[in-house]
């Protein structure tokens, strides 16, 4: 049997369950970041800033907030690269929350897999 690892990434103070999927190409950790495909989301609760930002070598993102329950309760908490760079395909579109925040709570589990 091998090892599986997923990842959930919920909301410290309403306690929402964010995100959980699978690390790697479902959930990509990169550079202390989690960059996350659209599926592994539990809703759809980020919203867009139309704040743009430049990273030298990721591409041109803009950032989003966290809305729940229609109030924005965390402000720039993620951010979407709207023109990637080709040659880093996972953060794509993809929606990033960083790797330590105090908004956030994280949880790494391993969940055994059968073999093929």
């Given at each position: 049997?091998?090892?599986?690892?997923?990842?959930?990434?919920?909301?410290?103070?309403?306690?929402?369950?964010?995100?959980?999927?699978?690390?790697?190409?479902?959930i990509t950790p990169f550079e202390g970041n989690f960059y996350i495909r659209k599926k592994f989301f539990t809703g759809n609760n980020f919203?867009?800033?139309?704040?743009?930002?430049?990273?030298?070598?990721?591409?041109?993102?803009?950032?989003?907030?966290?809305?729940?329950?229609?109030?924005?309760?965390?402000?720039?908490?993620?951010?979407?690269?709207?023109?990637?760079?080709?040659?880093?395909?996972?953060?794509?579109?993809?929606?990033?929350?960083?790797?330590?925040?105090?908004?956030?709570?994280?949880?790494?589990?391993?969940?055994?897999?059968?073999?093929?």
């Amino acid at each position: 049997m091998t090892e599986a690892s997923r990842i959930r990434i919920w909301h410290a103070g309403s306690g929402r369950l964010l995100a959980e999927g699978p690390k790697g190409w479902g959930i990509t950790p990169f550079e202390g970041n989690f960059y996350i495909r659209k599926k592994f989301f539990t809703g759809n609760n980020f919203r867009s800033t139309l704040i743009p930002g430049l990273c030298p070598y990721k591409g041109i993102y803009h950032w989003l907030d966290l809305e729940l329950d229609g109030e924005r309760v965390e402000k720039m908490l993620a951010w979407r690269y709207v023109i990637p760079n080709p040659l880093l395909p996972f953060v794509a579109f993809r929606i990033g929350l960083p790797g330590q925040h105090p908004a956030l709570r994280y949880d790494w589990k391993s969940s055994p897999e059968k073999e093929s």
